[in-house]
């Protein structure tokens, strides 16, 4: 029973540095995914409707159907990512496949001839709105050892909580750390950093709050390996209405579920310049994070003429609560490390549960509509990423986060653009999509820039779609929050090919 502990309440305070920066906006960003005409015309649907994926944008779009129908998509995810580190080139590859959308759609027509209410559709649908599978690896040396890392958590911590008690055993020693009020995550870094050998005390006395390396080094060789599996889904209940010939309006309530599992392996070796000895270093992180959220969405379509159509939405923040599972494990071949100390089995797990809420955004659209020939479409949407929120509010680790989320994040524009040319039963379709950075800077997360395409054939009462959609992005990534400053720059190309399925009825 030890070797689990929850930390809620006060004891959630003291560890905050578990939740960050990075967490806010995993779970603020909704990547393109849904059915594959969806994804070949890039997500430009805000006022077109006429797909279960279109809630996403604008829930008015279920209006459009003149029938009721369900629709079912599949995708392969394949990801590249090219890490440079101080000129060190690596290349990793993963690939998976998911059931990604599913849904169906009600259309009840109204039988008063003179009813200016035309129509009520009801739908439900349920959309991968972010798929996280990855492995990212980083090779390279650089001048940072994971020291560093140990030295700026201790710094400050006294000496004697870092110290075992007597009939105390590593792991216990671990878990009450972090529930101590005042030492948090802090003190448990700086404990493991003692106890592994890493860094020692300047002096030997209880008192004591300063720490030095047990290495002097000029290079160290690193390997950082990043396993990342889960998924953000939204399911959604959508209802929406068609007034006279030109006007459409809708309403959903979305429901989303957190699975989000990353190993971190970091290793390193270096030459101790004073011994000539290799010392190493292995270090891993394991965050398993489940949750569930909440956020409701409103919209409106407007025929202009026969040609032009208006869109209107506006998604509310989402609010989610979660629970993060974190567990570390190190081990090293410092000579000042007990030779009992065994720390390395990823057992001990602290439990941190949490609510983020995001910002909301509004989207406006504009299509052409070409007979039965095509269609173009853009989508214009903004979001304010300077008010996404760690909660509850009043703990004040969060809220020095929350001031730094404020000052470093900053609007968000996004563009799609989608077309789609028909040729008889056949449907020919492109499209292009850019997401600014949501850093102020840019420097962090650089722009988004994505291109699809895809084709569709009709049956006649059901439709068969294929769509491909690519995105590129440049991440800089950093092994650890704090001691090693020198990131990687990692270039990412998803690939995503759907194959779709739509049955009317």
């Given at each position: 029973m030890r070797k689990y502990i929850t930390f809620i309440g006060l004891f959630a305070c003291a560890i905050t540095s578990a939740q960050t920066i990075n967490d806010v906006l995993r779970y603020s960003t909704e990547n393109l995914q849904g059915s594959a005409r969806f994804?070949?015309?890039?997500?430009?649907?805000?006022?077109?409707?006429?797909?279960?994926?279109?809630?996403?944008?604008?829930?008015?779009?279920?209006?459009?159907?003149?029938?009721?129908?369900?629709?079912?998509?599949?995708?392969?995810?394949?990801?590249?990512?090219?890490?440079?580190?101080?000129?060190?080139?690596?290349?990793?590859?993963?690939?998976?496949?998911?059931?990604?959308?599913?849904?169906?759609?009600?259309?009840?027509?109204?039988?008063?001839?003179?009813?200016?209410?035309?129509?009520?559709?009801?739908?439900?649908?349920?959309?991968?709105?972010?798929?996280?599978?990855?492995?990212?690896?980083?090779?390279?040396?650089?001048?940072?050892?994971?020291?560093?890392?140990?030295?700026?958590?201790a710094d400050g911590i006294r000496l004697q909580p870092l110290k075992l008690q007597q009939n105390e055993t590593i792991g216990e020693a671990y878990l009450d750390i972090g529930a101590t009020n005042g030492l948090g995550f802090f003190g448990q870094q700086a404990f493991l950093g003692f106890q592994a050998g890493i860094i020692e005390p300047t002096v030997d006395d209880d008192d004591n709050t300063s720490y030095?390396?047990?290495?002097?080094?000029?290079?160290?060789?690193?390997?950082?390996?990043?396993?990342?599996?889960?998924?953000?889904?939204?399911?959604?209940?959508?209802?929406?209405?068609?007034?006279?010939?030109?006007?459409?309006?809708?309403?959903?309530?979305?429901f989303h579920t957190i699975q989000y599992d990353r190993l971190d392996r970091y290793d390193e070796s270096l030459t101790d310049t004073d011994t000539q000895e290799i010392r190493t270093v292995a270090f891993d992180n394991l965050l398993v994070t489940e949750g569930t959220g909440f956020s409701l969405s409103l919209g409106a379509i407007a025929k202009v003429n026969d040609v032009i159509r208006l869109g209107a939405s506006y998604q509310s923040p989402t609010w989610y609560r979660l629970t993060d599972n974190f567990s570390q494990g190190i081990d090293s071949n410092y000579p000042n490390k007990e030779s009992n100390f065994n720390f390395f089995d990823l057992n001990y797990i602290n439990i941190f549960d949490y609510q983020i809420k995001t910002p909301g955004k509004v989207t406006g659209s504009i299509s052409a509509i070409f007979g039965k020939s095509g269609l173009l479409s853009v989508d214009y949407g903004y979001q304010d990423m300077s008010n996404a929120e760690l909660r509850p509010t009043s703990d004040s680790g969060f809220a020095d986060e929350n001031e730094f989320i404020s000052e470093s994040l900053?609007?968000?524009?996004?563009?799609?653009?989608?077309?789609?040319?028909?040729?008889?039963?056949?449907?020919?379709?492109?499209?292009?999509r850019y997401e600014q950075s949501p850093y102020e800077s840019g420097n962090i997360i650089g722009d988004l820039n994505g291109v699809s395409g895809g084709l569709g054939y009709n049956f006649g009462?059901?439709?068969?779609?294929?769509?491909?959609?690519?995105?590129?992005?440049?991440?800089?990534?950093?092994?650890?929050?704090?001691?090693?400053?020198?990131?990687?720059?990692?270039?990412?190309?998803?690939?995503?090919?759907?194959?779709?399925?739509?049955?009317?009825?």
């Open positions: 994804q070949a015309m890039g997500g430009a649907f805000g006022s077109l409707g006429g797909d279960l994926s279109a809630l996403n944008i604008n829930p008015a779009g279920s209006a459009v159907f003149n029938n009721g129908l369900f629709s079912i998509s599949g995708t392969n995810y394949s990801r590249n990512t090219d890490s440079d580190y101080n000129g060190t080139l690596n290349s990793t590859r993963n690939n998976n496949f998911d059931i990604n959308q599913v849904g169906g759609a009600f259309v009840f027509k109204s039988t008063d001839p003179d009813s200016k209410w035309r129509k009520l559709s009801l739908a439900v649908n349920y959309d991968v709105v972010q798929n996280f599978d990855d492995r990212i690896t980083t090779l390279g040396s650089s001048n940072e050892a994971i020291d560093n890392y140990f030295l700026d958590y030095f390396s047990n290495a002097n080094y000029q290079n160290v060789n690193q390997d950082f390996r990043q396993t990342i599996s889960g998924y953000n889904s939204k399911f959604t209940v959508n209802a929406a209405t068609q007034y006279g010939e030109n006007f459409y309006f809708g309403a959903s309530l979305n900053g609007a968000v524009s996004s563009i799609r653009i989608g077309g789609e040319y028909r040729i008889q039963r056949v449907s020919l379709r492109a499209g292009y009462r059901s439709r068969l779609d294929l769509g491909v959609n690519r995105t590129e992005q440049d991440v800089l990534q950093y092994f650890f929050d704090t001691g090693i400053n020198t990131p990687a720059l990692l270039n990412r190309v998803n690939t995503n090919v759907t194959i779709g399925y739509t049955l009317n009825f």
